[in-house]
């Protein structure tokens, strides 16, 4: 079976300091992996997605970045936060490629910005 | 671009009522679309999907028909139950070869025992 672990589960950070999220599946070999971030009672908000290792498409400009350095696993970051970074982020897979497919949330991140 | 509509923003029910949240989209060809739900603190999880005109997806007692007329998939249960509060989010996903999936505003369900 496959298992989706997102890290930290929260965190509470100063404006101008950098962030690090982070996202791991397992079970899975070669997944579609996305970003999403939501707004407290929002909506979500694809912000990238990676068909494969070293690959990253972005999809909003947040002032956020993404990178996928193993096959397993999708980093979001950030050298400098705004208070407009706060809310849930969560990290997603898929098994296929193109916009019909499932996609498998994980547990999310919830990130303070203060 | 895809959008997604959701009109309810916020649905109050008893146990037992019949339910309709109203989902329309505008997206060219024949995009896929999808019911996502989310309980509290957690991430969506899949109701389910369809992917051509007249379809009907079903799940736990909901069901939703692709309605390519109308540009609609509404989601309807006949009796619905105090577990199903939740939020409910209806998403269309592109066919022609991209991986962007556009959620709609969601609709918070709570159901009165």
């Known amino acids: 079976a496959q298992t989706i672990h997102q890290w930290p589960v929260a965190e509470i950070k100063a404006v101008g300091s950098p962030l690090s999220l982070g996202c791991t599946i397992k079970?899975?070999?070669?997944?579609?992996l996305y970003w999403y971030w939501q707004a407290t009672g929002g909506t979500l908000q694809q912000l990238f997605y990676?068909?494969?290792?070293?690959?990253v498409e972005s999809v909003v400009q947040l002032n956020l970045s993404a990178s996928r350095p193993k096959d397993d696993q999708f980093i979001l970051s950030t050298e400098k936060l705004l208070l407009s970074h706060s809310g849930f982020y969560l990290c997603?897979?898929?098994?296929?490629?193109?916009?019909?497919?499932?996609?498998?949330f994980g547990p999310g991140t919830r990130l303070t910005v203060l | 671009g895809d959008s997604v509509t959701q009109t309810e923003g916020q649905v109050a029910l008893s146990e037992e009522d019949f339910l309709t949240i109203h989902c329309n989209y505008s997206?060219?060809?024949?995009?896929?679309l999808f019911w996502y739900v989310q309980y509290p603190g957690e991430g969506p999880q899949l109701l389910f999907r369809?992917?051509?005109?007249?379809e009907k997806g079903s799940s736990r007692g909901f069901e939703a028909t692709y309605d390519k007329g109308t540009t609609s998939f509404h989601l309807r249960k006949a009796s619905v139950q105090e577990s199903d509060s939740a939020v409910y989010y209806c998403?269309?996903?592109?066919?022609?070869?991209?991986?962007?999936?556009?959620f709609g505003a969601g609709t918070k369900l709570t159901i009165k025992p």
């Open positions: 997206a060219s060809g024949y995009p896929t």
């Open positions: 997603a897979w898929s098994p296929g490629t193109g916009g019909n497919a499932e996609q498998f």
């Open positions: 369809a992917s051509r005109d007249k």
């Open positions: 079970g899975k070999s070669s997944p579609n």
């Open positions: 998403a269309l996903g592109a066919n022609y070869g991209n991986e962007k999936i556009t």
């Open positions: 990676s068909i494969t290792v070293g690959q």
